[in-house]
């Protein structure tokens, strides 16, 4: 990389692990139980919250950071 900068961190196996476990579970949600794709993601959102705000507590995050992590994931969709 130019200018200094770091190169990106790369993942780690338990969190390839993980990527690959949630995109394989949405897929079969979607292909074989047949639920709706919305759903899928609204699910993924919600579980996505949840881990947040658990990271967060068991963390001792800063309320700020809290707060920014909520209110990204409850904006709006675009």
């Given at each position: 990389?130019?200018?200094?900068?770091?190169?990106?961190?790369?993942l780690?196996?338990?969190?390839a692990?993980?990527?690959?476990?949630?995109?394989?579970?949405?897929?079969?949600l979607v292909?074989?139980?047949?639920?709706?794709?919305l759903?899928?993601?609204?699910?993924?959102?919600?579980?996505?919250?949840?881990?947040?705000?658990?990271?967060?507590?068991?963390?001792g995050?800063?309320?700020?950071?809290?707060?920014?992590?909520l209110?990204?994931?409850?904006?709006p969709?675009?």
């Amino acid at each position: 990389m130019e200018n200094g900068s770091q190169s990106p961190r790369r993942l780690g196996g338990a969190e390839a692990i993980v990527i690959i476990v949630v995109i394989a579970v949405s897929a079969a949600l979607v292909a074989v139980a047949g639920m709706p794709l919305l759903v899928v993601l609204q699910l993924l959102a919600g579980a996505g919250l949840t881990a947040a705000v658990v990271v967060g507590l068991l963390t001792g995050a800063t309320s700020r950071w809290m707060r920014a992590v909520l209110r990204a994931l409850l904006a709006p969709a675009a």
